[in-house]
């Protein structure tokens, strides 16, 4: 599950904020701050280690995310089943057994922190499934914007599934295309090749989902899916210049999560830009606690049935020209051959330690290098190819 960004309204004083489009960018500052706990939890039927995640709020102009260390975490089921949950890094918590979520059976989420404030979740049950039938890109044209969007269909007859949210995980392959097999270096005042690992060409970027997507059956004339959009990718985009990839996860929801859901959707949505008169405050999800009933807590223990999809493709399936590289390539030639060679070795040692890499030589001594990341894209990514990827 990708991280939610939760905006706490009744604690926060929003003095000033960038609306798209200002000139000036303004800065969100904290005129009063509360400590609340903040659960993102959400089980599903996947037979896996299932996980959740406990924080507390922090400062609007702080990018420390602080952690909910050392909680003792479980899950009761109505069959009698208890799962507990140990912390493998900060904040987050995995099931000490694979176990999956089951129609009919109902299921509370139960927290006692390291101090001893206990918390539990309403019971909640696992909606009926709803499979995705297609996974698929075309390019459209939105208000001027031409892209590649990915849709979803869902199977023909969706049953009582009515609420639905998705995220997904993009994947990329990246060439570095200045990329040699050779790097140059000083050895006393000879310039010589040596080899460079060849792993270096080749690697790999993943992005997660951050927006909320939503959707339900209720608005629609049929009982399906059909067509929904689920990213849209420019066709300048870098990121389909060698191969991409993205799988689509399908979460059925209940009623009470869609709500939950879709006003977080909702406040943190900039459409209709973020100046309210009447701030809405505090949202309340299904997690109280067991010491204070005024005590607030943020967050939803949702119980999901998923489906999910991946598809591959480039600029070429759809007859796009080649997308730009990543970043800029800034070439640079050097002359050992000059007449101050101190000098010219100076500026290749110089450039070296800002980055560059080595492209080419020839018999001339005239040396072409070129910044890191057109000739190494480890300098940026990761050399590991993921165990999914087909190419």
């Known amino acids: 599950m990708g991280r939610l960004i939760y905006i706490y309204i009744g604690v926060f004083s929003l003095i000033s904020l960038c609306v798209l489009g200002c000139t000036d960018p303004f800065q969100l500052e904290t005129e009063s701050f509360e400590d609340v706990l903040v659960i993102e939890a959400t089980i599903t039927d996947e037979f896996k280690r299932q996980e959740i995640k406990i924080s507390r709020t922090s400062l609007l102009e702080s990018d420390m995310q602080i952690f909910e260390n050392n909680a003792n ?224 807590v943020i967050g939803f223990f949702d119980v999901s049935s998923v489906t999910s999809k991946r598809i591959y493709f480039n600029y070429l399936d759809f007859n796009l020209e080649l997308p730009p590289y990543l970043f800029a390539c800034d070439f640079l030639e050097l002359d050992s051959a000059m007449t101050d060679p101190i000098n010219e070795r100076l500026i290749l040692i110089g450039s070296f330690r800002d980055g560059y890499k080595y492209v080419s030589g020839n018999d001339g001594g005239v040396f072409t290098i070129v910044n890191q990341e057109c000739g190494d894209c480890t300098t940026f990514s990761s050399n590991i190819k993921p165990t999914f990827w087909i190419d």
């Open 73 to 296: 975490v479980r899950i009761e089921a109505s069959n009698g089943n208890v799962y507990r949950f140990s912390e493998t890094q900060n904040g987050l918590y995995h099931s000490n057994v694979l176990f999956q979520a089951v129609e009919g059976i109902s299921y509370k989420l139960l927290i006692t922190t390291a101090i001893g404030r206990e918390y539990v979740s309403d019971d909640e049950f696992l909606p009926p499934k709803a499979e995705i039938e297609n996974l698929y890109g075309e390019v459209v044209n939105l208000n001027g914007e031409i892209g590649i969007q990915v849709l979803v269909d869902s199977n023909e007859d969706l049953g009582e599934a009515n609420f639905f949210r998705y995220e997904y995980e993009e994947t990329y392959k990246i060439i570095a295309p200045n990329f040699s097999f050779f790097d140059a270096t000083l050895i006393g005042d000879v310039i010589t090749l040596v080899p460079r690992d060849p792993s270096k060409q080749t690697c790999y970027s993943t992005n997660y989902s951050g927006d909320i997507i939503l959707t339900s059956v209720s608005s629609l004339a049929e009982n399906r899916i059909s067509k929904f959009p689920i990213r849209l990718i420019p066709i300048k985009s870098s990121i389909i210049r060698e191969r991409y990839s993205i799988l689509v996860k399908q979460y059925v929801q209940s009623v009470n999560a869609n709500t939950y859901y879709k006003i977080l959707k909702d406040l943190n949505s900039d459409e209709e830009g973020v100046f309210i008169d009447n701030q809405p405050g505090f949202i309340k999800g299904n997690i109280s606690s067991k010491q204070s009933i005024n005590e607030k």
